[in-house]
């Protein structure tokens, strides 16, 4: 079986695939503060939950966009499984051609998401990852990731809306039934959600201008994809599995 460590700057997710099917999923949250044994303890909890055991385990990839935290997991993976993780990074085969300014500028999770979208649904097409930050991956039908739009993310933007003022406090991210509110909790969220709406249809409408387009192919990802995905017409495909897919598909391509 293969682990797939998709490491981002809030939670890290993990996927085991038995060939291809994906048979168990876990969410943790990113803390630089724990130990390799913290994050091997819970895991293998988390494993034996769903009848996986340690030495099932057989590989092990893992995307970053947190450096510091990278030889606390790696230590991990070599301690409680035997196995040195692929790490996505210079040398890794992935089929994508990065046409940037400086391609060892592009994060891992761009790369991975870039590589599963276009090898699930083919190009051109845009892949909105709705994280910590939200970004816009614009890949051709050559596989090139042509380039990136980075956003602030949905969770962070309404988290620093609270913190910085005294009287708005934390609600839930579900879309109200009017844009117009009525109470506080109504008006925040009006405002994060239909504001994060107008937000991707405006980009994906410039990303067309640019690319001469008339239409693109859009798939959204993230724990927010879905939520923004229904007040939107830009996006056509939700898929939660996005990364992990990508990582396996990487995995095969570097075996």
Do not use: W
């Given at each position: 079986m293969l682990l797939a460590i998709d490491m981002g700057n809030t939670n890290i997710k993990y996927g085991v695939f038995d060939n291809e099917k994906?048979?168990?999923?876990?969410?943790?949250?990113?803390?630089?503060?724990?130990?390799?044994?913290?994050?091997?303890?819970?895991?293998?909890?988390?494993?034996?939950?769903?009848?996986?055991?340690?030495?099932?385990?057989?590989?092990?990839?893992?995307?970053?966009?947190?450096?510091?935290?990278?030889?606390?997991?790696?230590?991990?993976?070599?301690?409680?499984?035997?196995?040195?993780p692929l790490i996505i990074g210079p040398g890794v085969k992935s089929g994508l051609n990065v046409k940037a300014d400086n391609p060892k500028e592009v994060g891992a999770d761009i790369i991975v998401n870039s590589v599963s979208a276009f090898t699930k649904y083919g190009g051109p097409i845009v892949v909105i990852d709705f994280g910590t930050a939200t970004t816009f991956d614009v890949i051709s039908e050559k596989c090139e990731l042509i380039g990136v739009v980075i956003a602030p993310g949905i969770k962070t933007s309404l988290e620093g809306l609270v913190s910085k003022t005294a009287q708005l406090p934390m609600v839930e991210l579900d879309a109200p039934s009017t844009v117009i509110g009525k109470n506080t909790k109504h008006c925040m969220q009006s405002g994060i959600i239909f504001g994060f709406s107008g937000l991707v249809d405006n980009i994906i409408k410039k990303i067309k201008k640019e690319l001469k387009v008339d239409d693109i192919n859009v798939v959204a990802t993230g724990g927010l994809g879905e939520i923004i995905a229904k007040e939107v017409k830009s996006i056509k495909i939700v898929d939660r599995t996005l990364t992990l897919d990508g990582l396996r598909h990487i995995y095969q391509l570097n075996k």
């Amino acid at each position: 079986m293969l682990l797939a460590i998709d490491m981002g700057n809030t939670n890290i997710k993990y996927g085991v695939f038995d060939n291809e099917k994906l048979v168990a999923s876990f969410r943790v949250s990113s803390r630089i503060s724990r130990t390799a044994d913290e994050y091997g303890s819970v895991l293998v909890g988390l494993l034996s939950d769903k009848g996986i055991k340690k030495t099932d385990i057989d590989g092990i990839i893992l995307s970053s966009v947190i450096p510091a935290l990278n030889y606390t997991i790696c230590h991990m993976c070599e301690f409680f499984f035997g196995i040195s993780p692929l790490i996505i990074g210079p040398g890794v085969k992935s089929g994508l051609n990065v046409k940037a300014d400086n391609p060892k500028e592009v994060g891992a999770d761009i790369i991975v998401n870039s590589v599963s979208a276009f090898t699930k649904y083919g190009g051109p097409i845009v892949v909105i990852d709705f994280g910590t930050a939200t970004t816009f991956d614009v890949i051709s039908e050559k596989c090139e990731l042509i380039g990136v739009v980075i956003a602030p993310g949905i969770k962070t933007s309404l988290e620093g809306l609270v913190s910085k003022t005294a009287q708005l406090p934390m609600v839930e991210l579900d879309a109200p039934s009017t844009v117009i509110g009525k109470n506080t909790k109504h008006c925040m969220q009006s405002g994060i959600i239909f504001g994060f709406s107008g937000l991707v249809d405006n980009i994906i409408k410039k990303i067309k201008k640019e690319l001469k387009v008339d239409d693109i192919n859009v798939v959204a990802t993230g724990g927010l994809g879905e939520i923004i995905a229904k007040e939107v017409k830009s996006i056509k495909i939700v898929d939660r599995t996005l990364t992990l897919d990508g990582l396996r598909h990487i995995y095969q391509l570097n075996k």
